[in-house]
């Protein structure tokens, strides 16, 4: 009895020590989460539409695998006058790891309009280049030239005189760019330029003999739904295609659209946040974004286009 009670006397003894030392483990583990190695990034909307919600979906997902980062959104829009200031004092003064702009205006408040000296990313801005200059990191709403050209290539062997539909004042500079890289693809990129939505008819009229199709690229003067729709009906009409950068080409009637996953680009945007955060050595950089390619087979059936599904091979 004596010897039970001398072994129960010595494991209370050492199940105390047991207990305390999982105590302070406990202890430290919290300590350390919410130390050097626990962050909070903030999340600044332009606006609150559908595109953005998916991206903030993904950017949701994302994070959640990560027990030791949070965030907070923010929606720009919500802020005005005295709020506004409001806002750019407590992100100043906070203790955000990073801060991500989702949409041209909420990147412009974050890199001209604050004093933030954290580590700033973007997501789902078109030209983040015009905002932040050499210095754009994060996740664009654009392709680069070589690999759109590569991608029509590709997917339309077939295709060789494109009419690239835009407004010099807007990008002329694609233009460049886009007849540069066509000529190691073999395609001929040929401008079809205009200064107002009225030069369009003429401008195709001229133009109609030399394409095999009209590539239309983000540009305020030829851009509008009605000028989509107007467009894919008269190239139907002569037999040409179209090619379109958005889900609405597509859903118009577009043979070709480079269609981005907005919650996919969420998700991008949430691990390369995460990498700056814990990464040693992160260098600034543009990350291309998650998209696909649909082709409107049907279509390309009918006109007798050859074509080749790049998403399933």
């Known amino acids: 009895m004596k010897k039970l009670i001398l072994f129960f006397n010595r494991f209370k003894h050492n199940f105390s020590y047991v207990l305390l030392g999982y105590l302070l483990f406990c202890i430290f583990v919290v300590t350390s989460a919410k130390g050097e190695d626990y962050q909070k990034a903030a999340i600044i909307v332009s606006r609150e539409i559908k595109p953005y919600f998916e991206a903030l979906e993904g950017i949701d997902d994302e994070f959640s695998n990560y027990s030791n980062i949070t965030f907070e959104v923010f929606f720009l829009e919500k802020f005005q006058g005295k709020s506004i200031t409001a806002l750019k004092n407590n992100l100043n003064n906070s203790e955000f790891g990073i801060f991500v702009g989702i949409g041209p205006e ?13 580590p700033i990313i973007f997501s789902m801005v078109l030209h ?3 905002i932040m200059g050499d210095k754009s990191c994060g996740i664009p709403l654009s392709l680069p030239i070589d690999i759109l050209i590569k991608d029509i290539k590709q997917s339309l062997p077939s295709i060789k005189n494109i009419g690239l539909l835009f407004d010099s004042l807007n990008n002329d500079d694609f233009f460049q760019s886009a007849s540069k890289y066509s000529q190691t693809f073999s395609i001929n990129i040929i401008p079809l330029r205009v200064s107002s939505k009225k030069d369009i008819p003429s401008v195709l009229k001229s133009h109609w003999k030399d394409i095999d199709g009209i590539w239309m690229i983000p540009d305020s003067t030829t851009i509008s739904e009605s000028i989509i729709q107007y467009l894919i009906k008269e190239s139907l009409l002569k037999k040409k295609i179209v090619i379109g950068y958005n889900k609405f080409f597509f859903e118009s009637g577009s043979a070709l659209a480079f269609v981005f996953d907005y919650k996919a680009i969420g998700i991008q945007t949430a691990k390369y946040a995460s990498h700056i955060l814990f990464a040693e050595d992160t260098k600034c950089e543009k990350k291309n974004p998650h998209y696909r390619i649909h082709l ?11 074509y080749i599904d790049k998403n399933n091979e």
Do not use: Q, R, T, Y
């Open 128 to 130: 983040p280049e015009k």
């Open 296 to 306: 409107n087979e049907n279509l390309l059936k009918k006109l007798g286009i050859i």
């Open 106 to 118: 909420a990147l412009k408040f974050l890199w001209i309009d604050n004093e933030i000296k954290k």
